[in-house]
């Protein structure tokens, strides 16, 4: 066996699969993402080449700048708010044990097997201004006033309140997986010490935990910026650009206003930010744990 993976045409076949796969499927769609970045090219005929102009143009594009500060708005949802009660409910959950613990854990992750066309439409009988759920519930307490949930002004934090409840589920299993492979050993140490549910959450869960809660929010922050299905069938941006996420305007002006060479620049700019913010989170990561 050993003399078989000595051979360099064996190891070449195990490895041409993946490394073509990866070459075809992520490196050749970056490289040409790169090069029609260069170009005005519109997704149709020929390709001219503008050098930097599209990056030059994006940096003075109002629309791009507020579709990164909502990116930006959604990862600080996420980590502030989903990611918080998220741990807290898996932990919950981990003590229930039985069926209640079975139930909950696929209540909780329901929305997210529900497809993302409903659950959009979903949410925009609950917003709607004239019948919607959330108005009806306003006018129980005393509040008659119509308001538009999507319109001027809210619609930016109403889209928000969607994306972070759609994706709680996720963050919420991979947490209860990360606390489910802990050893029961040290909580039965702990118990035996006499430490509290609040000590032993901060002083064992919590450590423990930091590898899974570095994945967690690294797959959090890029899901925030490649965000786009939810927010294209609620409100594809609106009113104005209010709600823009950086993949919905990527897509609308490729595809939408047939600037293919100025959307693949904005998906080169849109890779480097996920590059960049992935590094600085290993090593914030890592210094935490040296210290």
Same mark, same amino acid.
């Not at 329901?110 to 959330?134: D, E, M």
């Not at 619609?155 to 963050?171: E, R």
């Not at 047939?258 to 904005?266: C, Q």
């Given at each position: 066996?050993? @003399?078989?993976?000595?051979?360099?045409?064996?190891?070449?076949? *195990?490895?041409?699969?993946?490394?073509?796969?990866?070459?075809?499927?992520?490196?050749?769609?970056?490289? *040409?993402?790169?090069?029609?970045?260069?170009?005005?090219?519109?997704?149709?005929?020929?390709?001219?080449?503008?050098?930097? +102009?599209?990056?030059?143009?994006?940096?003075?594009?109002?629309?791009?700048?507020?579709?990164?500060?909502?990116?930006?708005?959604?990862?600080?949802?996420?980590?502030?708010?989903?990611?918080?009660?998220?741990?807290?409910?898996?932990?919950?959950?981990?003590?229930?044990?039985?069926?209640? +613990?079975?139930?909950?854990?696929?209540?909780?992750?329901?929305?997210?097997?529900?497809?993302?066309?409903?659950?959009?439409?979903?949410?925009?009988?609950?917003?709607?201004?004239?019948?919607?759920? &959330?108005?009806?519930?306003?006018?129980?307490?005393?509040?008659?006033?119509?308001?538009?949930?999507?319109?001027?002004?809210?619609?930016?934090?109403?889209?928000?309140?969607?994306?972070?409840?759609?994706?709680?589920?996720?963050?919420?299993?991979?947490?209860?997986?990360?606390?489910?492979?802990?050893?029961?050993?040290?909580?039965?140490?702990?118990?035996?010490?006499?430490?509290?549910?609040?000590?032993?959450?901060?002083?064992?869960? &919590?450590? *423990?935990?930091?590898?899974?809660?570095?994945?967690?929010?690294?797959?959090?922050?890029?899901?925030?910026?490649?965000?786009?299905?939810?927010?294209?069938?609620?409100?594809?941006?609106?009113?104005?650009?209010?709600?823009?996420? *950086?993949?919905?305007?990527?897509? @609308?002006?490729?595809?939408?206003?047939?600037?293919?060479?100025?959307?693949?620049?904005?998906?080169?700019?849109?890779?480097?930010?996920?590059?960049?913010?992935?590094?600085?989170?290993?090593?914030?990561?890592?210094?935490?744990?040296? @210290?």
């Amino acid at each position: 066996m050993q @003399k078989l993976y000595s051979n360099k045409w064996v190891i070449l076949s *195990l490895v041409a699969p993946g490394l073509l796969t990866f070459i075809f499927a992520i490196l050749a769609p970056i490289c *040409l993402s790169f090069y029609y970045g260069l170009t005005d090219f519109s997704g149709l005929g020929n390709a001219t080449y503008v050098g930097l +102009e599209n990056y030059k143009n994006l940096m003075s594009d109002a629309a791009f700048w507020t579709a990164l500060r909502n990116s930006i708005l959604l990862a600080f949802g996420f980590i502030l708010i989903q990611h918080p009660l998220a741990i807290i409910t898996a932990a919950i959950l981990d003590k229930l044990q039985g069926k209640a +613990e079975g139930f909950f854990r696929c209540v909780y992750f329901i929305p997210n097997v529900i497809s993302v066309a409903i659950i959009a439409y979903l949410w925009k009988f609950i917003y709607n201004p004239n019948f919607g759920l &959330l108005n009806n519930i306003l006018k129980i307490f005393g509040y008659n006033k119509e308001v538009n949930w999507l319109g001027s002004g809210m619609a930016i934090w109403s889209v928000l309140v969607v994306l972070i409840w759609h994706g709680f589920g996720w963050g919420m299993l991979i947490y209860y997986t990360g606390i489910k492979n802990i050893d029961p050993v040290l909580y039965e140490a702990a118990a035996i010490d006499g430490a509290n549910t609040r000590t032993v959450f901060m002083k064992i869960t &919590l450590p *423990l935990m930091k590898p899974v809660i570095q994945v967690n929010v690294t797959l959090a922050i890029i899901a925030a910026l490649k965000q786009m299905e939810t927010v294209y069938l609620l409100t594809n941006g609106g009113p104005g650009n209010e709600t823009q996420f *950086l993949a919905n305007y990527l897509y @609308k002006q490729a595809f939408s206003s047939f600037k293919y060479g100025y959307g693949n620049a904005i998906s080169v700019v849109f890779i480097v930010i996920c590059l960049v913010i992935t590094v600085a989170l290993n090593k914030m990561f890592q210094e935490k744990e040296v @210290k």
